[in-house]
């Protein structure tokens, strides 16, 4: 549905600054693509080259088939219209009411009265606002406005919604149900959506692809699930750990002095990542009946990405050299992710 190939974008000025430096991805239809990086990554500038609000120095962009870096003024207008937007600050007109607002874009397309009274009455009731058609936007609640902003980029029956960090100005209930409403959309209309943040929860939640965008470069990219449960860069790391804890508590490092290699008489600290089935697997009842070891439970945690279970469990194994090569061999053959942490001695 949208392709980017080499995308660079530099803001000329009296220091020119190189906001996107050669980005390529591709959004498959009626996915929600999630794009996460810090302030000044590049985040808003990539989304913005989606629909041509920034001209890309360089590079493609293809949305539905079309490349849209050589349309001509009126052709852009037109392709426009299957991309709808919105933003962190909503960007209602304060002088219109809800229906007013949404309104809009019918308006500067020179639909009769009717026909917008046509689209709009079941809009409204999509996102929940028939009641407050009349209402101007200095009466409603960010989440409302947000809805409202969702509404009107919907007006023109678009194939794309773009979002720029459109749940950032809101409290965690109310960004739940934008999301929600997001999500909604989404399968109702098949909507294909991309979205902007800097907050993984909000990937977490909703997102099926992510890519992790840093200093105007892809520097990651791939399946929701994937880069949780496997994120490569120290960025994709720390946005992972932001949401879902996958280290040992500091209390407990600090109890212990872990060395990163083997040393006599140590216990194994490993830290063992399931995912899906192996969530329910008794692998630590069968590695004490099934070998020489104890086992001891360092920390635990499950949580649920998209309905899949993700389950993080750190332990201590201890037992005589040989117990602990079975046990390692027997944790590798299964099928979830091993990682040793470190070695703590006995005597510890
Ligand atoms: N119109 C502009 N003119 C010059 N520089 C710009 C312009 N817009 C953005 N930049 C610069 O480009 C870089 C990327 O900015 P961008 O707004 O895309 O980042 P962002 O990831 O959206 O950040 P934030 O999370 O703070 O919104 C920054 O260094 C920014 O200062
Ligand atoms: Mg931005």
């Known amino acids: 549905m949208i392709k980017l190939t080499n995308v660079t974008k530099t803001y000329v000025g009296k220091n020119?600054?190189?906001?996107?430096?050669?980005?390529?991805?591709?959004?498959?239809?009626?996915?929600?693509?999630?794009?996460?990086?810090?302030?000044?990554?590049?985040k808003s500038t990539l989304i913005r080259c989606i629909n041509?609000?920034?001209?890309?120095?360089?590079?493609?962009?293809?949305?539905?088939?079309?490349?849209?870096?050589?349309?001509?003024?009126?052709?852009?207008?037109?392709?426009?219209?299957?991309?709808?937007?919105?933003?962190?600050?909503?960007?209602?007109?304060?002088s219109r009411t809800?229906?007013?607002?949404?309104?809009?874009?019918?308006?500067?397309?020179?639909?009769?009265?009717?026909?917008i009274e046509q689209t709009i009455t079941p809009l409204l009731e999509l996102v929940g606002l028939t009641?407050?058609?009349?209402?101007?936007?200095?009466?409603?609640?960010?989440?409302q406005k947000q809805r409202v902003g969702i509404a009107r980029a919907l007006a023109n029956n678009p194939e794309v919604l773009l979002c720029d960090e459109a749940t950032s100005a809101l409290d965690p209930q109310t960004t739940k149900s934008i999301l929600e409403l997001l999500q909604d959309v989404n399968r109702k209309l098949k909507l294909t959506i991309v979205?902007?943040?800097?907050?993984?929860?909000?990937?977490?939640?909703?997102?099926?692809?992510?890519?992790?965008?840093?200093?105007?470069l892809i520097?990651?990219?791939?399946?929701?699930?994937?880069?949780?449960?496997?994120?490569?860069?120290a960025t994709a790391k720390e946005f992972v750990g932001s949401v879902i804890s996958t280290n040992l508590p500091e209390e407990i490092i600090r109890s212990f002095s872990l060395s990163p290699v083997p040393i006599p008489n140590s216990n194994i600290i490993a830290r063992l990542t399931f995912l899906g089935e192996s969530a329910n697997d008794p692998v630590i009842a069968s590695l004490i009946r099934c070998f020489d070891v104890d086992v001891s439970i360092l920390f635990g945690n499950i949580d649920y990405i998209q309905g899949n279970p993700f389950g993080i469990l750190i332990i201590s194994i201890s037992g005589n050299e040989d117990s602990?090569?079975?046990?390692?061999?027997?944790?590798?053959?299964?099928?979830?992710?091993?990682?040793?942490?470190?070695?703590?001695?006995?005597?510890?």
């Open 131 to 143: 009641d407050k058609k009349y209402h101007y936007p200095s009466q409603l609640s960010g989440g």
């Open 98 to 115: 809800v229906y007013d607002n949404i309104a809009f874009p019918l308006e500067l397309e020179g639909r009769s009265k009717q026909e």
């Open 324 to 348: 602990l090569k079975n046990t390692m061999d027997y944790l590798n053959n299964k099928n979830l992710k091993v990682e040793v942490i470190g070695y703590v001695s006995t005597n510890d």
């Open 219 to 233: 520097i990651e990219q791939g399946k929701v699930i994937d880069v949780f449960t496997n994120p490569q860069s």
């Open 52 to 94: 041509m609000l920034e001209k890309p120095t360089e590079g493609s962009v293809i949305v539905d088939g079309q490349e849209l870096t050589s349309l001509s003024t009126d052709k852009l207008r037109e392709a426009r219209k299957k991309i709808g937007m919105i933003f962190q600050h909503f960007n209602l007109l304060s």
């Open 195 to 216: 979205l902007i943040t800097h907050e993984m929860h909000v990937i977490k939640e909703i997102c099926h692809h992510v890519a992790v965008i840093e200093n105007g």
């Open 16 to 42: 020119d600054v190189h906001a996107l430096k050669g980005v390529s991805l591709t959004v498959e239809p009626g996915e929600i693509y999630g794009i996460i990086g810090l302030s000044g990554a590049g």
